[in-house]
C-alpha cells in the first residue's frame, strides 16, 4: 500500500497543479472580461463600423431576437477576454508542460510558442484591417436592387469571429509546418518537392473556409503560401544550425 501510494503522488501532484493553472486561466479570463464588460457596445461598435459603413442610408444592423442586442455585445466582449487572455493562457499551459520538457526541447518549444502567439495575432489584424471591407463590399455590391441589405446582430458576430479565427489559425502555418518537420512526420526535401500540390491545397482551403468572392479566397491563399516558404525556410536553417552543432561532437 505504501509503494503503491508513492506511485500515486506524483499523479496527483499533476493533477492539483492542473487544476490550480485552469483555475488561474478562469480567473484571468474572467477579470479580463469583467474589465472589459463595460465597454460591450463600444467593441460592437468598433467591429461593425467597416460594413456600418458600407450600407445604404436607409439600411441597417437590426436584432431579429429580444435579447440579442444585449447578448451579441456581451459575446463578443467574452470572446475578446479570451483573445486578450491568450498570452497568460499559453504561459499556464507552458508552465504546466515545461518542467517534463528536456532542455534542447526547451529551446525549440519556447520560441515556436512565442510564434505562434505572435502569428495569432498578426492573423486576426490581417483579416480585420485587409480583408473585412473587401469581403463585406463583396456581399452589398452583389445585393438585388429590390433587396435592402440588411443583417442580424449576432449573424454578422458569427461572421465576423469566424473570419478572425480562420485567419487567425492559416496565419500558423509556418509554425506547424516546423513542428512537422522537428518531429520528422516530414522532411524539408519532400515539403520543397510537393510544393506545388502545397500551393493548389493553400487556394483550395482558402476557397472552402473564406466568404465567397475572389478577393478573400485570394488574401489568403497568398499569406498562406508566402507563410509556408516561410516555416520552409525556417526549418532549413534549423537542420542546417542542428547538424553544425553535432558535427564537433562526431569528430572529437
Not at 497543479?17 to 467593441?43: H, K, M, T, Y
Not at 486578450?84 to 515556436?112: N, T
Not at 489568403?220 to 532549413?236: I, S
Request: hydrophobic fraction near 60%; aromatic fraction near 12%.
Amino acid at each position: 500500500m505504501t509503494a503503491q501510494h508513492e506511485q500515486d503522488m506524483p499523479l496527483m501532484s499533476h493533477f492539483v497543479e492542473l487544476r490550480s493553472r485552469l483555475i488561474r486561466i478562469f480567473i484571468a479570463v474572467i477579470a479580463v472580461f469583467l474589465a472589459l464588460v463595460g465597454f460591450s457596445r463600444q467593441l460592437y461598435d468598433y467591429i461593425s463600423n467597416p460594413l456600418v459603413a458600407l450600407l445604404p442610408s436607409e439600411a441597417s444592423i437590426i436584432a431579429t431576437d429580444v435579447t440579442s442586442g444585449f447578448l451579441a455585445p456581451i459575446k463578443l466582449t467574452f470572446f475578446v477576454a479570451l483573445f486578450v487572455s491568450v498570452p497568460f493562457i499559453l504561459a499556464q499551459i507552458w508552465g504546466f508542460v515545461a518542467p517534463g520538457l528536456y532542455k534542447h526541447e526547451k529551446k525549440i518549444a519556447l520560441p515556436l510558442l512565442l510564434s505562434a502567439i505572435v502569428l495569432f495575432y498578426v492573423g486576426v489584424a490581417f483579416a480585420y484591417f485587409v480583408v473585412l471591407v473587401p469581403a463585406l463590399k463583396f456581399f452589398v455590391m452583389f445585393s438585388p436592387d429590390n433587396v435592402l441589405p440588411m443583417t442580424d446582430i449576432d449573424s454578422y458576430l458569427s461572421f465576423v469571429v469566424k473570419l478572425f479565427l480562420v485567419f487567425g489559425v492559416m496565419f500558423e502555418i509556418p509554425v506547424a509546418t516546423l513542428i512537422l518537420v522537428i518531429m520528422r512526420l516530414v522532411s524539408v526535401q519532400s515539403l520543397a518537392a510537393k510544393r506545388r500540390y502545397i500551393i493548389v491545397g493553400c487556394f483550395a482551403i482558402a476557397a472552402i473556409v473564406t466568404p465567397p468572392d475572389g478577393a478573400s479566397m485570394v488574401m489568403l491563399a497568398v499569406p498562406m503560401v508566402l507563410l509556408f516558404e516561410f516555416g520552409l525556410l525556417m526549418a532549413k536553417l534549423l537542420i542546417k544550425e542542428a547538424h553544425t552543432d553535432q558535427t564537433p561532437a562526431l569528430h572529437e
